[in-house]
Structure formats: structure tokens, C-alpha cells
């Protein structure tokens, strides 16, 4: 547990206030009437930490993994995802080196895609300025929920049957791409089904 007074740490090693030593344990032994005296509080938990970007808190601050270790394994994660995406339809490039047989338009657009994924992918991940930034690219949803915008730029307002505002007004709402989501701004194609 973690104990603040007046909104800073205090640890529970024993302290002094005023003229008064209180001895260590005594802020867990204490009555909460006590503690509320000296302006002593429960410190909130921090947030769990992701251990793909994280050491987890020193201090009261997330400890980062070095950023340039980040970049790697994660521009790295992009070309296995890619490779993964390939591989599977590789026979159609060798199919065209031995017999000429042409490579179906479909598959040589989506086999260009997933490389043009993978490398607009990596340039983001190399262009992130700190391992939270990087974080945030990653694991941040890969759609918003939003207001739907009428061709002015307004909200448009989401009505009753009878095209009465509600109180308070509500607003459509529509689901977008996430722009600063890897996964929303460059998404993995789908395989062609054909």
C-alpha cells in the first residue's frame, strides 16, 4: 500500500509532523479518523503496465523499454506478419517463373498491398518519438466512435419519431478509422477470395 499526505508520498517508515514523531506502521494501524486528521489518503493503484513497452512504475512514472529496442521488434513484427501473408500464395510467383503462367490481377494487387502495409507500418513505428507514443500507435482502439458531420461540417442531430430534439440533444454517431492506430490508418489487407 501506498499512503499520500497532502497529495504527495508518504511512506509509512515512520515521520514527523510538527512537534509529533509518529513511529513506522502507524499510518496502516491508525484509525481512519487519524489519518484523515493529517490530510493522510489511500494512494490509487497505479495502471497495470503492458510488458511489451514496459518495465512497469518506478516512482510513480511507467519505466519505458528503450525506444530503439521498441522500433525493432515491432518494425520486425511487421515483416513476419508479411511474410506470414505471402507465403501462403508464393506458389503463384513461382508458377510464373517456370511455365510464364500470369499472376492472377487479384493476387499481385493484395501481394503489393501487404508490402505497401508493411512499409507504411514500419515508417510509423520508426517516426514515434517516445516508447508511450509507440505504445499509443499500437494498442489504441483501431476505430472512433464519433458524430456524424452533415456536408457543412455540423453535427447532425439525432431526432425523435415525431423530429423533436431530446433533451439533451443526442447526435448520430458513426465509426471511423482511428488515424492514430497503426491498424486503422494502415490496415492488413484481406486475402483475395478468388
Same mark, same amino acid.
Given at each position: 500500500?501506498?499512503?499520500?499526505?497532502?497529495?504527495?508520498?508518504?511512506?509509512?517508515?515512520?515521520?514527523?509532523?510538527?512537534?509529533?514523531?509518529?513511529?513506522?506502521?502507524?499510518?496502516?494501524?491508525?484509525?481512519?479518523?487519524?489519518?484523515?486528521?493529517?490530510?493522510?489518503?489511500?494512494?490509487?493503484?497505479?495502471?497495470?503496465?503492458?510488458?511489451?513497452?514496459?518495465?512497469?512504475?518506478?516512482?510513480?512514472?511507467?519505466?519505458?523499454?528503450? &525506444?530503439?529496442?521498441? #522500433? $525493432?521488434?515491432?518494425?520486425?513484427?511487421?515483416?513476419?506478419?508479411?511474410? =506470414?501473408?505471402? !507465403?501462403?500464395? /508464393?506458389?503463384?510467383?513461382?508458377?510464373?517463373?517456370?511455365?510464364?503462367?500470369?499472376?492472377?490481377?487479384?493476387?499481385?494487387?493484395?501481394?503489393?498491398?501487404?508490402?505497401?502495409?508493411?512499409?507504411?507500418?514500419?515508417?510509423?513505428?520508426?517516426?514515434?518519438?517516445?516508447?508511450?507514443?509507440?505504445?499509443?500507435?499500437?494498442?489504441?482502439?483501431?476505430? &472512433?466512435?464519433?458524430? #456524424? $458531420?452533415?456536408?457543412?461540417?455540423?453535427?447532425?442531430?439525432?431526432?425523435? =419519431?415525431?423530429? !423533436?430534439?431530446? /433533451?439533451?440533444?443526442?447526435?448520430?454517431?458513426?465509426?471511423?478509422?482511428?488515424?492514430?492506430?497503426?491498424?486503422?490508418?494502415?490496415?492488413?489487407?484481406?486475402?483475395?477470395?478468388?
Amino acid at each position: 500500500m501506498a499512503w499520500l499526505r497532502n497529495n504527495v508520498p508518504q511512506p509509512d517508515t515512520g515521520f514527523t509532523v510538527g512537534d509529533v514523531n509518529y513511529p513506522a506502521t502507524w499510518i496502516k494501524n491508525a484509525p481512519q479518523s487519524e489519518r484523515e486528521k493529517l490530510n493522510i489518503t489511500l494512494a490509487a493503484e497505479p495502471a497495470p503496465h503492458d510488458q511489451r513497452f514496459s518495465w512497469g512504475w518506478k516512482d510513480g512514472k511507467e519505466d519505458w523499454l528503450d &525506444l530503439a529496442t521498441l #522500433k $525493432k521488434t515491432w518494425t520486425e513484427k511487421q515483416t513476419i506478419r508479411a511474410h =506470414a501473408s505471402l !507465403k501462403n500464395n /508464393d506458389w503463384l510467383v513461382i508458377r510464373k517463373q517456370e511455365d510464364g503462367t500470369a499472376i492472377p490481377t487479384v493476387w499481385s494487387e493484395y501481394r503489393t498491398a501487404i508490402r505497401l502495409a508493411c512499409n507504411n507500418r514500419q515508417v510509423e513505428i520508426n517516426a514515434a518519438p517516445t516508447a508511450e507514443s509507440l505504445k499509443a500507435l499500437i494498442v489504441s482502439s483501431d476505430t &472512433l466512435t464519433q458524430n #456524424k $458531420k452533415n456536408s457543412d461540417g455540423e453535427d447532425i442531430e439525432h431526432k425523435d =419519431a415525431f423530429g !423533436k430534439s431530446y /433533451d439533451p440533444k443526442q447526435y448520430e454517431q458513426e465509426i471511423v478509422p482511428n488515424n492514430d492506430n497503426l491498424d486503422g490508418k494502415y490496415p492488413w489487407p484481406n486475402e483475395p477470395t478468388s
